[in-house]
């Protein structure tokens, strides 16, 4: 079946604009996440959604970085006014259910972002 | 901040040989998984081990796990060309995953 799908897979754009990054979870997936990865580094979390509400944004590294999920299911995050240091790719997963026991999340390709 | 962090950071070894990764870890867990990703872009999920578990076995995969501690070790045995990517470990905390430093892995043919 269909894995999670993110696009665009590259982004470039130049300081001070704005990027919009969608990411399609599995059908059905009703907890999905957002990543950041660093050259050379893991993936560190920026925000969770069960469902429709945002049910953990603490990994958010500032209010320039925003995201939503309208219907519970296709996500979208936003970053505003772009800086040199948010280039990186970001990373979404989805998962079934949201346990805090088990959790396997499954991982899309990622949006390769560079701010120039 | 990341949970995690994983030795060596870097790994190259010639095709056959096994690969040892380790991960330390900072808090209790309930599971630690390992991950792979190739080329820097989607992690794909090898196997979880649970907190009760000491060791785990998954094909040419074998996890351990000491919660005293609070370290993993993933063996891959009998490498492949196929094999070299990077290897994250990661520890659910809530609902989020943690996810340690990474090996690079090279085998080289």
């Known amino acids: 079946g269909a894995g999670v799908s993110q696009t665009p897979s590259n982004k470039v754009t130049e300081k001070g604009k704005y990027v919009e990054l969608r990411c399609d979870p599995i059908s059905g997936h009703t907890a999905l996440y957002w990543y950041r990865q660093s050259l050379g580094q893991g993936p560190e979390f920026l925000i969770y959604f069960q469902g429709t509400g945002a049910a953990d944004d603490s990994g958010l590294p500032n209010d320039r970085f925003f995201a939503v999920r309208p219907e519970g299911s296709v996500s979208t995050l936003k970053i505003q006014r772009t800086e040199r240091g948010d280039s990186a790719v970001y990373l979404c997963?989805?998962?079934?259910?949201?346990?805090?026991?088990?959790?396997?999340?499954?991982f899309g390709p990622g949006t390769r972002l560079t701010v120039l | 901040s990341q949970q995690g962090e994983e030795d060596p950071q870097a790994l190259s070894i010639q095709e056959g040989e096994n690969a040892t990764m380790n991960c330390s870890y900072k808090t209790s867990i309930n599971n630690l998984q390992w991950y792979r990703q190739n080329s820097g872009r989607g992690l794909v999920h090898l196997i979880l081990?649970?907190?009760?578990?000491r060791e785990k076995h998954s094909g040419r995969l074998r996890v351990t796990l000491d919660t005293s501690k609070k370290s993993s070790s993933l063996l891959i045995t009998a490498s492949r060309a196929a094999d070299t990517a990077s290897y994250f470990c990661?520890?659910?905390?809530?609902?989020?995953?943690?996810f340690g430093t990474g090996t690079r892995l090279t085998v080289i043919p």
């Open positions: 081990i649970r907190s009760n578990e």
């Open positions: 990661a520890t659910p905390h809530g609902n989020n995953l943690f």
């Open positions: 997963a989805s998962s079934l259910m949201a346990s805090g026991v088990y959790n396997e999340q499954f």
